[in-house]
């Protein structure tokens, strides 16, 4: 018997803020309004759906709507408000045409290629509203590259004659979503295709795409944890926790959590990178702040580390670039060494055994380093205790240093979606049925104005082609749509800039709590 | 410049509620009603204090109260909702008469030593009402113990004409409240001591006591976070979480946080002795159950580990006792293998050289090995996947197995107290200054009917050595208040014990969500 907690059963009951304009779909027309600049090698690519409009939407119009026949399905991690951006989908299209159809391609991507749906019903619904994780129908990270995979995929969209396909995903899967759109429309399938930004990573987003859903969630389930644990710190005053924090490459959600709950150090992959830091000299000025706080009497600090931080060490991220052309050449991995420059190799074996072991045998589907299995947390302590047991010895240092690892990720996924996430994603899903009912293929949907109430908030849609970019994957150019890597010279790290050196020896932490969600 | 977050100023608004006695402390007088039974050599141990009643309160009086002079401290590890207690203290001291003074001692039991304390005010206190953390004036680990400590206390609350000290504790800090307050009378002090029950993992609690402070709040933080792994597990199905949860020996947390969430595999400390477990069936047990989900396509799951599980396990107990007396004979560290009886030589064998490290090098002040320092969630996931390999080769299991290590520890002990911490903590704070103006000393502050709403709150004060027994430690026998551990017969195990059945294979999984707070 499933038991549901009082939250489930509470959120079960909101009903998504929607901007007006998606309020009584039936009026809506499609107004392609503006041009985008979109590079010329990758119309190249894509010659069916190049060269599209922006799309925005206007009350113009006053018809009664076909019946949709639509699949949807998630595409890689965990985001909250996936659940929501379905629940969007499927009321949209009932308002559109109550005899519409949707249908939830199950544990991701796999499941268009195994024909493996579900009907989704307003039933079924009605549990997962404004709740967490994809559990609804699930996820998966197959990617869909193959000629084979790309003909079974054509296969189940016509034999269940969908009119359209949503896909929710990150960057890759959106690239996808664009390649699909392309190849169906190339072999005669009326099947539409448009994307859905989602990742807690905060690094899909682009001049018209402002934040991709999860992000919001995911941050504040973070920071409430990292507040916790200042507090924490600031009571018992003997640790130093190393926090590293989920977001694969781009430190957004490192940044974002840094504002939120104003740790002593804060690592940025992007600022590490632009400096041309060693990992040497990033170690050092981590046992600094321990050595400078230690002489101030406190033997104690939070320092937050993004999940990419190795990838931006320019050294080390020569030495992986370096290891993932040797991985493709399957070389053997006893004999790595032999085969690395030589300044990858100092960098190498400066490595613990253990980082280096999963360096070389942790790989990603793309048949990459698996970054995100270092445990970057554990390894920085283990140096930094070395240099302060050299500092020790040499009389310069006398604290004590007591330090635990922490890795929050998989707490903040699949979370119980922010009202924000709740909002945005219930819009995204209205925007997409919106989309494909209006025969357009190869957008990401969009709601714009997002810092302001969901009563000014401007739907959009936006050819995928615009975001997009050739890029080295495999050793080979492939057109995709580029992370978003923290800005240097943005808002958000210029203020964090500004602010961090208060943070560094007088503790300035911030508590932000557990997510509420009162009369919201 | 200190930021406080919106959660921040939105407790410290929050005004705790109080049961009615508590209301109008002016006509409170102090009814001695009940006997309580007290073990002979205890009394024996404690001539001055011995044989007292269990307190209750009345609206008997109306007498104006003389000022107060106390001191307040914190003892151990963080539990929300201590700021409540110094809160509440300072109210009804205030409240009693006006000019009573309220005095922090800094870092724990070594202010009172080092006489290092701060006046609490009103004004000090705004920023820490309903706020985690023990912040306002710190904590510590430092033992009264030494005729030099009792003798340096004694001073320090003499100099300070302390007419009362209140220590807010667990099990260890409260026997010493018994210890001070006896060593104080019976060298013609006034102060008298109050202890406060304050320990998330639940285990300071007897017939009179209902639960130590902090539990609530740490359960619901710990499963707010299993939930949203399980959530998470649900969406991926390709993981498997070993979650170590804090609460030191007994598994009152880890019960608790099960009841709550329904994970797949729960491991009871207590019921694992009483079945004289070894940790090869516990290993065999893990792996049964992953099997059996396996062979349903099920690769994923949550296993929740008390952090004390290890000595729980009989031979792990028996090792872990031997260790500790070799410890206290010094014996050199590499011999140890040695001096173990044949069944802890082959239990220490059995573990891998990193766990064999931990138990030997990692110490708590009382000497005994560190069980808190153990990564038994990193243990038993090699252990289990060494034991699936074997059954793979055998042609037994054809799953595939990704586990993935959690610690919830700290997150849960620094949070915002829960509504119910914050009434509690205040109406203990209450209770103790009830109890110090009217010159009782070696009491424990109490309120009881708390599955009632306040308003039906019991205040009482229980003799400190009702609760205690004598019991070894390091080699000696000495009075101390024993730990709960999970009764096997209570009804909270026996509850649990029907249910888990049914979350092995069929996921049951509630998500519990973030502590709301509301109008509350």
């Known amino acids: ?185 190339n072999n005669g399938c009326k099947t539409k295709v448009v994307g859905v930004p989602k990742t807690i990573d905060g690094d899909l987003k682009n001049e018209h795409i402002e934040i991709s859903f999860g992000f919001d969630t995911a941050c504040k389930v973070y920071s409430e944890l990292i507040g916790n644990i200042c507090r924490d710190v600031l009571s018992s005053k003997k640790y130093y926790f190393f926090i590293k924090l989920m977001g694969r490459s781009a430190s957004h959600v490192t940044l974002e959590c840094a504002m939120q709950t104003h740790p002593n150090l804060t690592l940025i992959g992007e600022e590490i990178e632009a400096q041309n830091k060693t990992l040497q000299q990033l170690v050092e000025e981590i046992t600094d702040l321990i050595c400078e706080r230690a002489s101030q009497g406190k033997d104690y600090g939070v320092i937050l580390i993004p999940e990419g931080v190795i990838e931006f060490i320019p050294e080390c991220k020569q030495l992986i670039s370096e290891l993932n052309v040797l991985m493709g050449k399957e070389v053997d991995l006893s004999s790595v060494s032999e085969h690395l420059s030589e300044s990858s190799l100092h960098c190498f074996n400066a490595l613990s055994e253990h980082i280096r072991k999963q360096l070389l045998i942790d790989r990603d589907p793309h048949g990459n380093v698996k970054v995100s299995k270092i445990e970057t947390e554990r390894f920085f302590i283990e140096m930094v205790k070395e240099q302060l047991r050299k500092r020790k010895s040499a009389g310069i240092y006398k604290g004590a240093f007591s330090a635990k690892p922490l890795f929050y990720g998989y707490e903040g996924r699949s979370g119980f979606p922010s009202t924000f996430d709740c909002d945005y994603c219930y819009s995204l899903g209205y925007v997409s049925a919106l989309v494909l009912n209006n025969g357009a293929t190869g957008y990401m949907a969009c709601i714009q104005h997002l810092d302001r109430p969901a009563a000014d908030w401007r739907p959009a849609a936006i050819p995928l082609l615009s975001m997009m970019d050739l890029e080295m994957r495999l050793g080979k150019s492939k057109p995709v749509i580029k992370k978003a890597l923290v800005d240097l010279k943005g808002e958000p790290f210029l203020t964090f800039q500004q602010l961090r050196e208060d943070w560094t020896l007088v503790d300035g932490y911030v508590y932000p709590g557990p997510i509420q969600y009162g009369s919201n």
């Open 1 to 185: 018997m499933l038991q549901l907690s009082p939250m489930q059963k509470l959120r079960m009951e909101y009903q998504p803020k929607l901007p007006p304009l998606l309020k009584n779909l039936s009026t809506i027309g499609v107004v392609a309004s503006s041009d985008v600049f979109e590079k010329p090698v990758i119309s190249e690519c894509f010659p069916n759906i190049a060269g599209q409009k922006i799309l925005h939407f206007e009350a113009n119009r006053e018809k009664k709507s076909l019946p949709l026949k639509m699949g949807v399905l998630f595409s890689g991690g965990q985001a909250p408000g996936g659940h929501n951006v379905i629940a969007g989908l499927f009321d949209a299209m009932k308002e559109l045409n109550s005899e519409s159809t949707l249908l939830g391609f199950l544990g991701g991507p796999q499941g268009i290629i195994d024909n493996a749906y579900i009907k989704i019903t307003a039933s079924l619904l009605t549990n997962y509203r404004n709740q967490g994780g994809f559990d609804l129908i699930g996820s998966g990270r197959t990617k869909i590259e193959s000629t084979e995979q790309y003909q079974t995929a054509l296969k189940t969209v016509k034999q269940l004659d969908l009119d359209g396909l949503v896909i929710i995903g990150g960057d890759d899967s959106n690239t996808n979503a664009a390649f699909l759109a392309e190849y169906f429309l």
